[in-house]
């Protein structure tokens, strides 16, 4: 695969609830990301970390809330959630940003949301 | 409106044959691209990219091709494969930001045996 694992990769909850997706990557990157992907629309980048410390808040609703403990580690805390908040939660990781290049990031197979 | 698109959004082609996936591009800042292919049930895989200071690069059967006079970037498959059914991503950075790719919504390719 490709190196990025996420858990849980299905979850189910209540608009009340408060659960946590993992993000683990073993490239040896220094940046994570997440991203949402809904139905018909295009990948939406929601966090961006390098080197531990987020560079990008990408207008995200405060009830998700993301944590990178270490630069193999990512959260995304989650707490009174929408019915529209329901979509595909992808992670990412890749080489540090900045330095004025990009580089490809490699994802993870995402953790399938419902929000009941 | 969205900075990278698609041409179509679907595209059915027969086994063996040669497919070409295409994206239009709006920022002309952009220096960096990059094509994804999502199977069912699974995140992106990366496949191919390119600079802003290339025009072509292959790879295994695939190619991509950069014409920056009209911000329009395509992903070449040869001998196209069953197991190259997926929807493919393209997406850009426009440098101004290194770890912002921006996607667009994808074309389903689909093998017919």
């Known amino acids: 695969e490709t190196g990025v694992t996420q858990t849980p990769r299905h979850l189910v909850m209540g608009m009340t609830n408060k659960k946590s997706l993992k993000c683990e990557q073993h490239l040896g990157h220094n940046a994570m990301y997440w991203y949402k992907q809904s139905a018909k629309k295009p990948l939406e980048l929601m966090f961006v970390?390098?080197?531990?410390?987020?560079?990008e808040n990408n207008s995200v609703p405060s009830r998700f809330s993301p944590e990178c403990p270490n630069s193999s580690h990512l959260f995304l805390h989650l707490h009174t959630l929408q019915p529209e908040d329901s979509a595909l939660y992808l992670c990412?990781?890749?080489?540090?940003?900045?330095?004025?290049?990009?580089?490809?990031?490699?994802f993870g197979p995402g953790t399938r949301l419902t929000v009941t | 409106g969205e900075s990278v698109g698609l041409h179509l959004p679907t595209l059915s082609v027969q086994e063996g044959d040669n497919s070409i996936i295409n994206c239009a591009y709006s920022n002309s800042a952009s220096d960096y691209f990059i094509w994804y292919k999502q199977e069912s049930g699974k995140g992106p895989q990366f496949i191919i990219d390119?600079?802003?200071?290339?025009d072509k690069r292959q790879g295994q059967r695939v190619t991509v091709l950069l014409n920056k006079t009209v911000k329009h970037l395509s992903l070449q498959i040869a001998a196209t494969q069953p197991g190259d059914s997926a929807v493919y991503f393209c997406a850009e950075n426009y440098g101004g930001s290194q770890g912002n790719l921006i996607f667009g919504k994808g074309t389903k390719l689909s093998v017919k045996p």
């Open positions: 990412a990781s890749s080489h540090s940003v900045g330095g004025g290049q990009s580089y490809e990031q490699y």
């Open positions: 970390y390098n080197f531990k410390e987020q560079t």
């Open positions: 390119i600079r802003s200071n290339m």
